[in-house]
C-alpha cells in the first residue's frame, strides 16, 4: 500500500539551478497538491490538480511549476531556485467514494537552497 | 469562505495528563473535518475524520475528537498523554470540491 510517494527525500540546491520533486499516487485519485512547510507557519497550497490536464494556483505559486499528464503523476518543477525555496515539500492526493473526502500525504522532500 | 483556528501553538502536558488540542473552523456548509499528526522528519498522516456519522469521533493511537456545531469546534483530546504522542497536530476542514484549509498546527510536548 504505497500511497504518495514522492521523491527525492533530501536535496541540496544552488541558487539559480532547477530541479523537479516527483510525485506519484497508486489511489486513482482525481485531487492532486503540493504544499509547502516553514517552521512555524503551517501548511501553504502551491499548486493543485483537479484531474489529467488540469492544473491551477495555489497561495504561493511563484518560482514554480506543475504538470499533470497522468492520473498518476504530479512533479513540481523548480525553476531558478532561490533562498527562500528553502522548505520542506509534501505532495498529497485525495479523492471520494468509500474513503470519502481524505487528503493523503507523501513522506515529504527536504529542500535546501544554499 | 472556511478556515481553520488552532489555539496554542505550542500545548505542554505531563505523561499521563488530558491532551487538549483546540479547533475552531468556520465553513458555510456542512464540513469534513480532520486532525493530522505529523512526527518529526515525516509526513502528515490522519489521526481522525468527522463527515457527520457521529459527533464524537474515535481515532488511532486513542485520541478522539468532538463536532460541536454550536461552537463551530473540533477539539482533539486524549484521556492520558504518553512519551510517543510528542508531535505537530493539525486541524483541517473540508467541504465540496476537496479544497482543503490547515489550521497553522500545534507542537505538543509531553514532559515525564
Known amino acids: 500500500n504505497a500511497g504518495v510517494t514522492q521523491t527525492p527525500k533530501f536535496r541540496i540546491l544552488k541558487i539559480g539551478q532547477s530541479m523537479t520533486l516527483q510525485c506519484t499516487q497508486d489511489?486513482?485519485?482525481?485531487?492532486m497538491y503540493w504544499y509547502r512547510q516553514d517552521p512555524g507557519m503551517g501548511l501553504k497550497l502551491i499548486y493543485y490538480?483537479?484531474?489529467?490536464?488540469?492544473?491551477d494556483k495555489g497561495e504561493v505559486p511563484n518560482g514554480y511549476n506543475v504538470s499533470r499528464s497522468t492520473t498518476e503523476d504530479f512533479p513540481l518543477r523548480l525553476e531558478l531556485a532561490a533562498p527562500s525555496q528553502t522548505s520542506v515539500y509534501f505532495c498529497a492526493s485525495s479523492g471520494q467514494g468509500s474513503t470519502g473526502n481524505t487528503i493523503y500525504f507523501g513522506e515529504g522532500s527536504w529542500l535546501t537552497v544554499v | 469562505a472556511q478556515s481553520v483556528t488552532q489555539l496554542g501553538s505550542h500545548v505542554s502536558v505531563s505523561e499521563g495528563a488530558l491532551v487538549l488540542l483546540r479547533c475552531n473552523y468556520s465553513?458555510?456548509?456542512?464540513?469534513?473535518l480532520f486532525w493530522y499528526v505529523q512526527y518529526p522528519n515525516q509526513g502528515l498522516q490522519l489521526l481522525l475524520k468527522y463527515t457527520s456519522a457521529a459527533t464524537l469521533v474515535k481515532g488511532i493511537n486513542g485520541f478522539e475528537a468532538e463536532f460541536k456545531k454550536s461552537e463551530t469546534s473540533f477539539h482533539l483530546t486524549k484521556p492520558s498523554a504518553h512519551m510517543s504522542d510528542a508531535a505537530e497536530y493539525f486541524c483541517a476542514v473540508s467541504s465540496t470540491g476537496n479544497q482543503f484549509y490547515f489550521g497553522t498546527g500545534t507542537s505538543l510536548t509531553v514532559i515525564p
Open positions: 490538480s483537479v484531474g489529467a490536464g488540469i492544473t
Open positions: 465553513s458555510s456548509v456542512p464540513p469534513y
Open positions: 489511489m486513482n485519485h482525481n485531487y
